[in-house]
């Protein structure tokens, strides 16, 4: 109900009164811009105060349990008083409102730029997934515990003392009901640490580095005391933690909540998936070894079957080559051409064997039983079997004559008989 100027892109509006700001959002959903925020930034020389306007008077009108915390922190939220801010609106979030309280007649600059790459959305979402997915490892990891240990220290002091001192409470419905005190208390601080983290780390560095240093290592000697996590329970339930925190870190990296949605509900599909996927993957394995084809055996041919393979496939491949000469597309002129003998080449397209009977004549005379080629062979074989292996050759030198001393005296012998 108010009279507030719209923001748009590239706005730059300059202003002494006070007065208020909306961005209306855009309310169609474009994939370009899942990690792009338009930047607000209000500039004066004196201070002034700047008060954020939610249309949601109510929190329980909240539509998820994010909207809820953020309007339960809201309401303790104090106006900041600077000379300077700024502020990130994601792109399909509600409608931002705020209203600009000068002290002092002196103008101010409102500047709004749109970032296409918000690189913090990016970092968060790559971080969630990766957390969800190297939970399990991550659970079991020292290194990481420590790590864990530190970071919760920093952000949330109350909640780490409330555990350190677990043991002195008798009952569990007392620590459960403080630790939602403790929660609620750290997520306020968190939100006015983020609020104003630039001024905190303009005007107060050296104590902002003194809190870091001192809390990180008293909490780093505490886990480092108490040791690992080495129960199963505590195991699991450090691991639901980080995956609880990893769908807070997606959900908080994209400006579109429906991809978000989409991504949770993809990751804990494809954690509930391994199982079935590691069954089916077995079973396949099954099959494939039920159905593989069994191993060649391959058999050897005798010299015999070896002949007669040689020539009958000599044959058809002679029967083959004259039925492509007799081919009416055969370049028949081209090849007598280059042929010595055509008459010899006529003669076997015609159907006359390829091998006249001189030349077979000729083969069996130097290749055949008998001939001089085979004669050669058997000479040089047992030649160089003697030369490597000469006590085997006077051995069976020995054997002989042995033999030829026996078999002397039997023709003698059958005569006297």
Known sequence: GRNCSLLQEMDVIEKQDENCYCYVQNRTIHLQYLWSTLQVKVNSREKFR???????????????????AACAVQILWKPETCTETSMSIKQYGEDVCFKIQPFKTVPYTVRVKREMLDGKLLFLFVAGIFLFHFANSLSRSTKFFYL??????????????????????????????????????????????????????????????????????TSFAICYQHGPLTAELSITLF??????????????????????????????????????????????????TYFKSKKLVFKYLT?????????????????????FCRNPDFPSWIAVSKL??????????LGFPHVSPAET???????????SFLEEQLFETRAWSEQNDPASSIHEDEENEDETHKQIPFPYATELL
């Open 50 to 68: 700047f008060e954020p306007i939610s249309e949601k008077s109510n929190c329980r009108n909240s539509e998820t349990v994010f909207e809820f």
């Open 148 to 217: 864990s240990g530190v970071i919760l220290g920093v952000l949330a002091l109350l909640v780490f003392v409330l555990l350190t001192l677990k043991r002195f409470i008798p009952r569990h419905s007392t620590f459960w009901i403080l630790m939602s005190g403790c929660w609620m208390a750290s997520l306020y601080f968190i939100y006015c640490f983020k609020e104003n983290m630039q001024w905190l780390w303009s005007e107060h560095r050296n104590y902002l580095l003194g809190y870091f240093l001192a809390v990180g290592i």
């Open 239 to 288: 691991m639901w933690t980080l995956q609880l925190t990893a769908f807070v870190l997606i959900y908080c990296g994209v400006t579109i909540p429906q991809v978000a949605y989409a991504v949770i509900a993809v990751s804990l599909c494809s954690k509930g998936l391994c199982y079935p996927l590691g069954a089916a993957c077995h079973i396949a394995r099954k099959m494939k």
């Open 303 to 323: 010299e015999e079957e070896y002949r007669e393979q040689g020539e009958n496939e000599t044959a058809r491949a002679l029967e083959d080559l004259r039925s």
């Open 340 to 349: 010595r003998s055509p008459h010899r080449f006529a003669d076997f397209v």
């Open 361 to 371: 004549k000729a083969h069996e005379e130097e290749y055949g039983i008998g001939s």
